[in-house]
């Protein structure tokens, strides 16, 4: 669908002609082809979108089938988080945002790779898009699908730290490439123990919308193009999103000890 408008410009057919060699069709071919690539990977952000969509009316009637058999166990308590718990979510999604795209910008820096520039600087930017296919669809989508069910199953006969491991290494294969592998991975760990700690997926839908729209922001924003501009400023953002999710750790399991009287 996303292919057919482009038609016209991906095959000439005006090239085609009866004296044409093997040789020369194979290059048509790949000169068509390599356009086709670059169409889907200038709308692969609302490709995904779409496709996260499609999967959320299956995810929806899971996650509510398990958590109608979870209110009939006995064990089962009905979680109310407090409201200053979802304002330490915002916090902690801008947070490790910023620490985290500081921390691939300086893997990007590190390791640059030229082919990967020639292919991404041919996308043309566009904030509206961004922010509704990756700031606001696809988290929900993947919330639903990746902590709403698989892991929520996973921890029904593991522990925390084995199904969270399991269901973000799922995560983790859907992305991209291993940048974006590895950077799943620790997504996917960390919203699983927002999930298991502040017992809600309105948390983790809260902490990924959070997440995925201070990485926009840091795209279009002057605050970005500050940021990397100099090295010891990212290692800096790197250090204060660190302590300052460390801070908050320490705040919430103080809190919680006293809670339980510990």
């Given at each position: 669908?996303?292919?057919?408008?482009?038609?016209?410009?991906?095959?000439?057919?005006?090239?085609?002609t009866?004296?044409?060699?093997?040789?020369?069709?194979?290059?048509?071919?790949?000169?068509?082809m390599?356009k086709?690539?670059?169409?889907l990977?200038?709308?692969?952000?609302?490709?995904?979108?779409f496709?996260?969509?499609?999967?959320l009316?299956?995810?929806?009637?899971?996650?509510?089938?398990d958590?109608?058999?979870?209110?009939?166990?006995?064990?089962?308590?009905?979680?109310?988080?407090?409201?200053?718990?979802?304002?330490?979510?915002v916090?902690?999604?801008?947070?490790?945002?910023?620490?985290?795209?500081?921390?691939?910008?300086?893997?990007?820096?590190?390791?640059?790779?030229e082919?990967?520039?020639?292919?991404?600087?041919?996308?043309?930017?566009?904030?509206?898009?961004?922010?509704?296919?990756?700031?606001v669809?696809?988290?929900?989508?993947e919330?639903?699908m990746?902590?709403?069910?698989?892991?929520k199953?996973?921890?029904?006969?593991?522990?925390?730290?084995?199904?969270?491991?399991?269901?973000?290494?799922?995560?983790?294969?859907t992305?991209?490439?291993m940048?974006?592998?590895a950077?799943?991975?620790?997504?996917g760990?960390?919203l699983?123990?927002?999930?298991?700690?502040?017992?809600?997926?309105?948390?983790?839908?809260?902490?990924?919308?959070?997440s995925n729209?201070?990485?926009?922001?840091?795209s279009?924003?002057?605050?970005?193009?500050?940021?990397?501009?100099?090295?010891?400023?990212?290692?800096?953002?790197?250090?204060?999103?660190?302590?300052?999710?460390?801070?908050?750790y320490?705040?919430?399991?103080?809190?919680?000890?006293?809670n339980?009287?510990?």
């Amino acid at each position: 669908m996303v292919v057919l408008p482009h038609m016209g410009e991906l095959m000439d057919y005006g090239e085609i002609t009866t004296s044409m060699t093997t040789e020369q069709m194979w290059e048509f071919m790949n000169r068509s082809m390599q356009k086709v690539y670059e169409i889907l990977v200038q709308y692969s952000l609302p490709i995904l979108a779409f496709a996260t969509v499609c999967t959320l009316p299956l995810s929806i009637t899971l996650f509510c089938k398990d958590r109608k058999e979870e209110s009939w166990s006995v064990e089962n308590t009905k979680v109310t988080p407090k409201l200053w718990k979802y304002g330490l979510v915002v916090v902690l999604g801008i947070v490790f945002s910023l620490g985290m795209n500081c921390l691939i910008t300086m893997i990007g820096l590190a390791f640059f790779v030229e082919s990967f520039s020639g292919v991404t600087s041919t996308i043309e930017p566009n904030i509206l898009m961004e922010v509704i296919c990756a700031g606001v669809l696809i988290p929900i989508g993947e919330e639903f699908m990746f902590r709403g069910v698989l892991f929520k199953r996973y921890r029904r006969s593991n522990t925390f730290l084995l199904a969270a491991t399991l269901s973000s290494l799922i995560y983790g294969l859907t992305q991209g490439n291993m940048i974006q592998f590895a950077y799943a991975c620790v997504f996917g760990v960390f919203l699983c123990y927002i999930y298991e700690n502040v017992g809600t997926l309105k948390s983790t839908i809260l902490f990924h919308i959070t997440s995925n729209l201070f990485g926009v922001i840091l795209s279009y924003s002057s605050l970005g193009g500050w940021l990397i501009q100099d090295p010891i400023r990212i290692a800096a953002a790197i250090v204060i999103s660190v302590f300052v999710i460390s801070s908050i750790y320490v705040f919430v399991q103080n809190i919680e000890n006293k809670n339980k009287g510990v």
